[in-house]
Nanobody
């Protein structure tokens, strides 16, 4: 059974930082490209960043370029999203999944709130 469990979210002030984690199981993590998504209330879920199973290949949404860094540790079957210089518009629930093709069932996500 495929499981995707996100963690690390919380409440931070603008300009603050958070590191999100995604622990994967039930599939060949090291043979899959992976990605972070986010969904804000009333808005469509959007792709934030992706990373290939060859870790050198990464892509970022324009809105987060220069602020977020996606990484993965295949040995731990874990993906990370380091978020710096957070803005109120980054407030959303963050999820991990495949960046394309047939997506897995969504996990619970982890909420990020950026507010003073």
């Amino acid at each position: 059974q495929v499981q995707l469990v996100e963690s690390g979210g919380g409440l931070v002030q603008p300009g603050g930082s958070l590191r999100l984690s995604c622990i994967a199981s039930g599939f060949a993590f090291d043979n899959n490209d992976m990605a972070w998504y986010r969904e804000a209330p009333g808005k469509e879920r959007e792709l934030v960043a992706s990373i290939s199973y060859i870790p050198k290949a990464t892509h970022y949404a324009v809105s987060v370029k220069g602020r977020f860094t996606i990484t993965r540790d295949n040995a731990k079957k874990t993906m990370y999203l380091q978020m710096n210089s957070l803005k109120p518009e980054d407030t959303a629930r963050y999820y991990c999944n495949r960046p394309s093709g047939l997506l897995f069932t969504w996990g619970p996500g982890t909420p990020v709130t950026v507010s003073s």
